[in-house]
């Protein structure tokens, strides 16, 4: 009877968030830009005429996407060099253009060939340039190379666009519905589904080696925690307690994941050492305690718990101690998730305007605000905190969106099919 209860009441859940068929997005589509964004120009590649890819192109979206620069379009280039050499610094600083990105592609025995420099025009130099092998058609993940390279170099900090994110898609209505879990490039292409189900998914949450997800599954009549190896599909059943078992969340070093689950009465907040499955409870109060997240250092867990009334943020220090509340804006305040550096915490807030997200330091209880849109949920920091993704309702279908730390810009993403929710941003992969 609990079973039935609770598959019920997470159904109850989705339809609510969940409407019928979306059909996917084919661009990224750049909703704000940032007016403080870097001047900058990337040529396109001479020899890429016929490649499968524009190079180039892939380049220019993800920087523009970062937020951090605001490339030159290429109907306003008077020239289109393929190496340093070439560049005339003068016709650039014309332009407005502080860097520019010029290369060629060559096709080889079984792969690509890339060559790729970086110019800073104001300075008159060339500040980079590398050859990238490509095996077999990869050329988008050679570009996400190139662009991750580019933006360490001008920025200091180490580039994301070569990592994944992961989400969950739903499409038909009622007893229909059918749910499937997905990996794509941070860009949102080249999505791949790694699992389908005729019952609710949800939470995917992404290893700290990025080789696995953990997710929660009703394939087996009632939520329980699934390890998935990524690469090769092999999964096996972590926990199948009575009750909720939700919201998994991977420790820094591997080894636990923090979870939520009610096998003991209210929901509650547990670990479980991932070796031997067993569980320890961490929080223990009359109120529901969910959606844990890992300190970076993987001494504290921020989480969700309604103990004052309603949905706030909580941290709990490792080792004992009365768990403290951080969030005082406003009465709704969920599913946190920190800063890589672990200074800020990324939130869903309610606002006048709708559920948003924001960013708070914690340092101090300033809330500031970062999407536009009203109905936002899920948010995953990028894994070098310059971006947050998160879904969003954009008509009655979900999608994918992204907006910048800072809140000055903001992006859609293309998805596959089907509504979107729980987006799940990857660690770097190398």
């Known amino acids: 009877m609990q079973t039935q209860v609770l598959k019920k009441f997470w159904l109850l859940c989705l339809l609510i968030t969940f409407s019928s068929v979306a059909s996917a997005n084919l661009t990224i589509e750049i909703t704000r830009g940032s007016d403080q964004a870097l001047p900058i120009g990337v040529v396109p590649f001479a020899g890429s005429d016929g490649l499968p890819e524009d190079v180039a192109q892939i380049v220019q979206d993800d920087l523009e996407r970062s937020g951090y620069f605001a490339p030159l379009e290429r109907s306003a280039m008077f020239e289109q060099p393929s190496q340093s050499d070439d560049v005339q610094f003068g016709t650039w600083r014309s332009l407005d253009v502080r860097y520019l990105v010029v290369g060629r592609a060559a096709q080889t025995d079984g792969g690509f060939e890339l060559q790729f420099e970086l110019m800073d025009i104001s300075g008159q130099r060339r500040m980079i340039g590398e050859t990238v092998t490509v095996r077999g058609n990869d050329l988008r993940g050679a570009a996400h190379y190139i662009s991750d390279q580019i933006f360490e170099e001008i920025t200091d900090i180490r580039g994301a666009f070569s990592t994944k994110i992961a989400y969950v898609t739903a499409q038909g209505i009622g007893d229909n519905m059918q749910f499937g879990l997905y990996v794509a490039d941070a860009d949102g292409r080249r999505s791949e589904q790694v699992l389908t189900s005729d019952e609710p998914i949800m939470s995917p949450a992404w290893s700290p080696d990025g080789t696995k997800l953990a997710y929660v599954s009703f394939e087996t009549e009632r939520p329980a925690i699934y390890i998935q190896d990524v690469a090769t599909g092999q999964r096996v059943q972590a926990t199948s307690f009575d009750g909720i078992n939700g919201a998994p969340a991977w420790s820094p ?36 305690d969910t959606e844990p997240a890992w300190a970076p250092d993987g001494r504290s867990l921020l989480f969700t718990s309604d103990r004052s009334g309603g949905p706030q943020l909580y941290q709990y220090t490792l080792g004992g101690g009365e768990a403290q509340r951080l969030t005082f804006t406003g009465n709704y305040n969920a599913r946190g998730r920190y800063s890589p550096d672990g200074e800020q915490i ?84 190398n």
């Open 253 to 288: 070093d591997g080894r636990r994941i923090a979870m939520s689950l009610s096998k003991d009465g209210q929901p509650e907040i547990y670990i479980m050492d991932v070796a031997n499955r067993s569980v320890e409870r961490i929080t223990n109060n009359n109120s529901i």
């Open 346 to 429: 990324f939130l869903i807030h309610r606002s006048s305007r709708g559920y948003q997200v924001a960013r708070q330091d914690l340092s101090g209880d300033r809330l500031v605000v970062l999407s536009e849109s009203t109905r936002d949920e899920s948010p995953s920091v990028a894994p070098n905190g310059t971006m947050v993704i998160f879904a969003t309702q954009q008509g009655n279908s979900g999608v994918l969106s992204a907006v910048s730390a800072d809140g000055r810009s903001s992006f859609r993403l293309p998805s596959a099919q089907g509504d979107v929710r729980d987006p799940a941003w990857s660690p770097f992969l």
